[in-house]
């Protein structure tokens, strides 16, 4: 099977590892599924040629032999699908990794994701200060539900699935902000996560390509 993902040819320093077609790496690497790259310029005009691929202009998309898709949340899904590195045999194992696939990018991510636009733009102002301090309450009392749900437990559903992927991933950003320090059993479990080999394998693959003289 041929799998071609895209990825940026070059970002600021700021985003070096945590530029998402790290999800589609690291579940390519759980799988052994080796892949080709097409890298795309990230402050250039997106050809229209790749928004028929990723609509949207961002990075990862995702074809093999049979599809072509975009989202790194559906072809991390889609790589784990049938998979056994990647995804419980049983159909309730698979129910509990895809609700926690949409739990980590639809209940978590975004409150993590707004805070940093107001980062960007209104903290400097008496609204935007107000505003964000409400924020840091909202992610704050998503991150202590799912700490206090997460325990002792090694991973979401009882063995590393794709699920732990996109969650791993999703904290990766929340922790470089200092917000999981009250909650030492995420830093833990994403610990955990990161310690595995196919996730440095991964991560070297994304950074590779943005040596200093690269340019955008
Ligand atoms: N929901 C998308 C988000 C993808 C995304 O935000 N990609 C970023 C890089 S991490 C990007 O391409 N940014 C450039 C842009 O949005 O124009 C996914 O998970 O695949």
């Given at each position: 099977m041929t799998v071609r993902i895209s990825a940026f040819s070059w970002?600021?320093?700021?985003?070096?590892?945590?530029v998402k077609d790290l999800r589609v790496r690291w579940a390519l690497e759980e799988c052994a599924i080796a892949y080709e790259e097409e890298l795309i310029r990230p402050l250039g005009e997106c050809p229209d040629a790749y928004r028929q691929w990723q609509p949207f202009g961002q990075v990862p998309a995702y074809r093999d032999?049979?599809?072509?898709?975009?989202?790194?949340?559906?072809?991390?899904?889609?790589i784990a699908r049938d998979n056994p590195a990647l995804s419980p045999p049983?159909?309730?194992g698979q129910a509990?990794?895809?609700s926690w696939v949409f739990a980590a990018l639809s209940t978590i991510e975004p409150r993590f994701q707004t805070l940093f636009l107001i980062d960007d733009a209104l903290a400097a102002t008496p609204e935007g200060a107000a505003f964000r301090q409400r924020m840091v309450e909202?992610?704050?009392?998503?991150?202590?539900?799912?700490a206090s749900w997460l325990g002792a437990r090694e991973y979401l559903v009882d063995r590393f699935t794709a699920a732990d992927i996109i969650m791993a991933t999703v904290l990766r950003d929340i922790r470089g902000h200092d917000f999981l320090i009250p909650y030492p059993e995420l830093t833990a479990y994403l610990e955990r996560c990161e310690a595995r080999p196919a996730f440095a394998r991964a991560l070297d693959a994304q950074m590779i390509h943005f040596s200093d003289h690269a340019s955008a």
């Open positions: 970002v600021p320093e700021i985003a070096r590892g945590f032999d049979q599809v072509e898709m975009f989202e790194s949340g559906a072809i991390v899904l889609h049983d159909r309730n509990r990794m895809e909202l992610l704050d009392k998503r991150l202590r539900e799912f």
